[in-house]
């Protein structure tokens, strides 16, 4: 990765990069002075020759990541490079008072575009340091990564996971050898959020291990479930669960269609509860239950898996966001709530909504408003690259 590669955008081609959004596609490149491979730092120019930004080329769709934007122009893309970029990341979690926390010890230290750092995610599971790189060009940069990481932890670093394995195209692991462990021992990791305890499948769980972006959406559940029989679908290892059941409620049922993740919530109930709490599991598909049950609920949350990750698979998404909504409805009594979520970064936040009230006027109930969510603090939205809020929530009530 000696040298830099000049690249040149046609003619009318740098007006996203000029509004400082991080991605250079590859349709917009007019020329590459260098011999260009993936990992290459990368300067980019106007045709007319305007320095545009500083960042890491791959031979992709978005070709160029850029990191620095002018007047900023790094000479290498270093150690010191690295260790300040997540540095910067670290004081933010810092200022959020989640480094420090005796009562949340799980959170997300870098969170790609929204700490500057494109295609890269670093998730903090109480010591232990999880990465998932979601750009090829990233990946030949994990070593020094790495390093900045053990700089900038010191000796409460307990260990740091790959598990970029399924986050890159398997063309790219050809003919390479793949090594999860980076440092320290992984496996099972015991976490506490909000004063909840959660085992946390490091080297096997899904993602990083666990779904952190949803830490505040959970604790608002609680307030809502003191006393009432609530269903958690999609439940994974069972976050909403143990809220729910934290905070009082009389029955809470547990769905999702994987035994393994049936298995991970029904430890973390036993975590925090023993074996006698007023808990059910089952193992069966969201909306086949839902199509099929005589149960009612007076809270029911969907917080369902991407449906769509590129557009052209948007209208399904929608189409399948709009039949789990409709269903969830006809099983919620009178005054009941509905927690609904979409993690799909190509349906934004207005179709989401659009897609909720077409579900509430297909089921003829009376539905309101009560809360709009989000992402977490430690998953901030660059403004100049809005495809980083992915995460949209409603709080329904379904008269």
């Known amino acids: ?16 990069i000029r509004r400082f959004h991080p991605w250079v596609f590859s349709g917009a490149i007019k020329k590459i002075e260098g011999e260009a ?12 020759g305007d320095y545009l930004g500083a960042g890491i080329y791959q031979d992709a769709t978005i070709a160029v990541r850029i990191l620095a934007f002018p007047p ?13 970029k997540i540095e910067q990341a670290f004081q933010l979690r810092k200022d959020a008072g989640l480094t420090e926390s005796k009562e949340t010890n799980v959170y997300r230290l870098v969170h790609g575009e929204g700490d500057h750092l494109s295609g890269l995610i670093i998730d903090h599971y109480n010591g232990h340091l999880v990465i998932q790189v979601h750009a090829t060009g990233m990946y030949p940069y994990l070593e020094v990564i790495a390093g900045a990481l053990k700089k900038i932890y010191g000796k409460s670093l307990k260990s740091i996971t790959d598990k970029s394995r399924d986050t890159l195209p398997d063309a790219f ?13 992984a496996g099972l990791a015991e976490v506490l959020e909000h004063g909840h305890k959660f ?71 036993a975590l925090n509860f023993g074996e006698d709490a007023p808990h059910r599991s089952i193992i069966q ?48 009594r009178p005054g009941g709530l509905l927690f609904t979520f979409s993690c799909s970064q190509v349906v934004d936040r207005s179709l989401f909504r659009g897609t909720v009230l ?11 408003i009560l809360h709009q969510m989000t992402q977490p603090a430690d998953h901030p939205v660059n403004i100049f690259h809005p495809e980083g809020e992915y995460l949209k929530g409603l709080v329904l009530t379904v008269d």
Not at 311 to 323: D, E, I, M, V
Request: proline share 2%; aromatic share 10%; with cysteine.
């Open 199 to 269: 085992l946390i499948d490091l080297e096997k769980g899904q993602k990083t291990g666990f779904f952190i972006d949803q830490r505040e959406n959970r604790q608002l559940l609680g307030q809502y479930c003191a006393g009432r029989k609530v269903l958690n679908t999609f439940c994974y290892s069972g976050g909403f669960s143990v809220y729910g059941l934290d905070e009082g409620a009389a029955e809470m049922h547990s769905l999702d269609s994987s035994a393994r993740a049936i298995e991970l919530t029904e430890r973390n109930i």
């Open 1 to 16: 990765m000696q040298g830099k590669l000049k690249i040149v955008l046609h003619p009318g081609k740098d007006g996203a």
């Open 37 to 48: 491979g993936d990992g290459m730092q990368a300067e980019v120019f106007s045709h007319h």
């Open 285 to 332: 598909d969201t909306l086949k239950y839902l199509k099929h049950t005589d149960e009612t609920y007076d809270v029911i949350i969907l917080d369902p898996p991407a449906y769509a990750k590129h557009t052209h698979a948007r209208h399904n998404a929608l189409q399948g966001y709009k039949r789990l909504n409709l269903e969830a409805m006809k099983r919620i």
């Open 358 to 368: 077409a579900a509430a006027i297909e089921s003829g109930r009376n539905v309101r």
């Open 173 to 185: 692991w050809q003919g390479k050898t793949f090594e999860g462990n980076l440092f320290g021992e």
């Open 72 to 84: 900023a122009r790094p000479e290498h893309l270093d150690d010191t490079f690295w260790t300040k």
